[in-house]
């Protein structure tokens, strides 16, 4: 395939248009994408149009989003952030990477980019190279478990079981603690059950609630983690905690919050809700844990077999449709997951 990259002109305005060819500098490797995933969130945001980062200037300084006065960013072009591929050129002053070499990393939807040597990483041996995509969502989902503090024999609560929070699901049972796991889509409560989860929840049909307290002797979960971004489910996860437990928020919320009421169950029982964002641990663990160990972690998880992703791949498109692979994505049909752009 010539040189191409995916270019979002607009909300829902989005093709793959050929791009020049970079240079290859010192420090630097040049590599042929096989895989690139399709976040369901942040990618999602951007394609509906709903990510502050449109219509909002990030001040990196102080931490805080300000007005934009100019009008939205777009073209965005190479946006993405689950990629494989091959390296095919290293500068010669390049020693920890060597041409063939299967690799993982973040250079975004292109067929060819030349990136950093150092910001690429060996895929474990004798994986299959579709388990590269999973770096960024596996290095989400271990954010937040850092940041629930789990401990073994605990109950937690996954609210959401997409990709990120079936990730999450297999990471809290590899902790040792006992899952129950929500969704409103069946198939994704049986991948769960798949993955070590105790207990499913149907919240289209059940009160997710009522049934983690039922299944847990009235208790409550000691942590519940949200997962999906929707704020009726994160009320749902308050609701769920027991007195002075936590709630790990993971999801990307977008707008105004509607369905979370903090005058009911968050505020009577002194729930405790952490943030979880990927590019930085949770402050507690901080010292010892960074968004580079995070994510190699995860896929050194993967590599030993005690996570395998692939089962999680719903549909591989290639990447001249890459259209057609946001509309199912946006659609949210129920047997959508990951969706994975080939460029092979």
């Known amino acids: ?145 850092l940041a629930a503090d789990l401990h073994l024999g605990e109950w937690v609560g996954v609210f959401g079981q997409g990709v990120i929070g079936l990730i999450a699901t297999r990471l809290a049972v590899l902790s040792g603690t006992r899952v129950v796991a929500v969704d409103r889509i069946p198939a994704r409560l049986d991948l769960a059950l798949g993955q070590g989860a105790r207990f499913a929840v149907n919240a289209a049909v059940e009160p997710a609630a009522e049934m983690i307290r039922a299944v847990t002797g009235g208790a409550g979960a000691d942590v519940c983690l949200e997962l999906s971004g929707a704020y009726p489910a994160l009320h749902q996860a308050i609701r769920a905690t027991v007195p002075a437990g936590r709630v790990v928020a993971g999801g990307f919320y977008q707008g105004e919050a509607g369905g979370l009421a903090l005058g009911e169950e968050f505020h009577h029982n002194r729930i405790q809700l952490v943030a979880a964002q990927v590019s930085a641990a949770a402050p507690g663990v901080a010292g010892r844990w960074n968004s580079v160990r995070i994510a190699h972690t995860f896929m050194e998880l993967v590599g030993d077999g005690q996570v395998d992703p692939l089962p999680l791949v719903s549909h591989v498109v290639a990447a001249a449709s890459v259209a057609e692979a946001l509309e199912l994505l946006d659609r949210g049909d129920s047997d959508t997951l990951q969706v994975v752009l080939d460029f092979s």
């Open 1 to 145: 395939m010539e040189n191409s990259v995916v270019c979002l002109t607009g909300p829902r305005q989005i093709s793959l248009e050929p791009c020049p060819t970079e240079p290859l500098g010192a420090g630097q490797v040049r590599v042929r994408t096989r895989y690139s995933g399709i976040s369901a969130g942040t990618e999602l945001t951007l394609y509906r149009g709903s990510n502050p980062r449109l219509t909002k200037d990030w001040d990196d300084a102080r931490r805080i989003f300000v007005p934009r006065e100019a009008t939205l960013p777009y073209p965005l072009a190479g946006f993405g952030y689950e990629e494989v591929g091959e390296i095919v050129e290293v500068a010669p002053d390049v020693t920890r990477h060597q041409v063939g070499e299967i690799v993982w990393g973040i250079w975004g939807h292109r067929a060819d980019a030349v990136v950093a040597a150092e910001a690429v990483a060996a895929l474990p041996a004798g994986l299959d190279p579709l388990a590269g995509v999973f770096a960024r969502p596996g290095a989400i989902a271990l954010t937040a478990i």
